[in-house]
């Protein structure tokens, strides 16, 4: 997976892909840790790590990051 600026990323995980979809789809961290049986902390790590290993500031990035890679 490569991030905003080309370079090459390590991959995200299954669980990782799933936050992101929801987020992408508009979900709140709330909204993730309910349908997905977590704390809401832990949604928080996933995301702090997605931002992280895509090169991403925020969610909104995120989002746009997945409707552009087909993720949602």
Same mark, same amino acid.
């Given at each position: 997976m490569l991030d905003r600026s080309g370079g090459q990323r390590e991959p995200l995980t299954v669980r990782e892909v799933e936050v992101l979809r929801l987020v992408a789809g508009g979900a709140t961290n709330k =909204? $993730?840790? =309910?349908?997905? %049986?977590?704390? =809401?902390?832990?949604?928080?790590?996933? $995301?702090?790590? $997605?931002?992280?290993?895509?090169?991403?500031?925020?969610?909104?990035?995120? #989002?746009? %990051? #997945?409707q552009s890679h087909g993720l949602v």
């Amino acid at each position: 997976m490569l991030d905003r600026s080309g370079g090459q990323r390590e991959p995200l995980t299954v669980r990782e892909v799933e936050v992101l979809r929801l987020v992408a789809g508009g979900a709140t961290n709330k =909204e $993730i840790a =309910e349908r997905l %049986y977590l704390s =809401e902390g832990t949604v928080k790590n996933h $995301i702090s790590r $997605i931002l992280g290993r895509l090169g991403l500031r925020d969610r909104t990035q995120a #989002a746009l %990051y #997945a409707q552009s890679h087909g993720l949602v």
